[in-house]
């Protein structure tokens, strides 16, 4: 099953959350931004807002976290009266190679999870042919063109895994399974759920740190990445500012 996001319009007054895994990952965001930054404590979580409309959120490691964090910020936004208009998951993440070498940006047009399912003699079944549940969020179609053209990101699916892939073994069952992805990280997919249940549509950016395949922490590249999102932010703003609904 494949949920479509419905398009909006993004306005330099709109509100946007950028959820994040990790504090290192949002402050890159943040640095994005000219204007100050104000903290306000949420449950569980510390909310960074710009002057700018843009609020961001280390939501947690892992889908089930950032699901929760996401859907804590997005209540609290609807109790104020002040709902977001759209939601960017956003972060560093493994990039397939060759299509996605480190230091390079891909914005998802589809969020897929990859591990949500039952393994069998046969091989893995996604949960939607067990019969139930959703497995792929599809983002606004103009956005994710608008986000590529202003950033330089490639486009393709992100994968959701809750286990980091380390081998290539898994690196190769995983392109079969999905043969567009380009990257894959922990977060996208809980953070689609949980704007899904909103209502709200939602981006994936993620800035490849590391191939997807064998751990080898000698080939990562972390800052490189966290700089790459910064300067992914600095152009990603004014692109969504002049994004139109149904833009095709």
């Not at 996001?5 to 330099?12: D, H, Q, S, Y």
Request: net charge negative.
């Amino acid at each position: 099953m494949v949920v479509q996001a419905e398009e909006g319009l993004i306005t330099a007054s709109a509100r946007v959350l950028v959820a994040t895994a990790v504090p290192v990952e949002r402050d890159a965001v943040a640095r994005a931004f000219p204007s100050a930054v104000s903290r306000t404590r949420l449950p569980g979580a510390l909310l960074c807002r710009t002057t700018t409309g843009w609020d961001l959120l280390a939501a947690g490691v892992g889908p089930a976290l950032a699901a929760a964090g996401t859907a804590g910020a997005l209540t609290a936004a609807a109790l104020e009266g002040a709902p977001y208009d759209l939601v960017v998951c956003a972060g560093i993440g493994g990039g397939f190679l060759p299509e996605s070498p480190v230091g390079s940006l891909v914005v998802a047009d589809a969020i897929t999870v990859a591990d949500l399912g039952a393994e069998t003699a046969d091989g893995f079944l996604p949960v939607t042919e067990l019969g139930f549940g959703t497995v792929t969020h599809a983002p606004p179609e103009s956005a994710v063109r608008a986000v590529s053209e202003a950033t330089g990101a490639r486009t393709g699916t992100i994968l959701t895994v809750s286990t980091v892939t380390g081998t290539a073994a898994r690196a190769a069952a995983l392109r079969e399974r999905h043969p567009g992805a380009l990257a894959e990280g922990m977060e996208g997919f809980g953070v689609a759920e949980a704007a899904a249940a909103h209502g709200v549509p939602v981006l994936e950016l993620r800035a490849v740190s590391n191939p997807v395949g064998p751990r080898d922490r000698a080939a990562w590249r972390i800052g490189d990445a966290l700089t790459a999102l910064t300067e992914a932010f600095g152009k990603l703003t004014p692109a969504l500012e002049s994004w139109k609904p149904h833009d095709r």
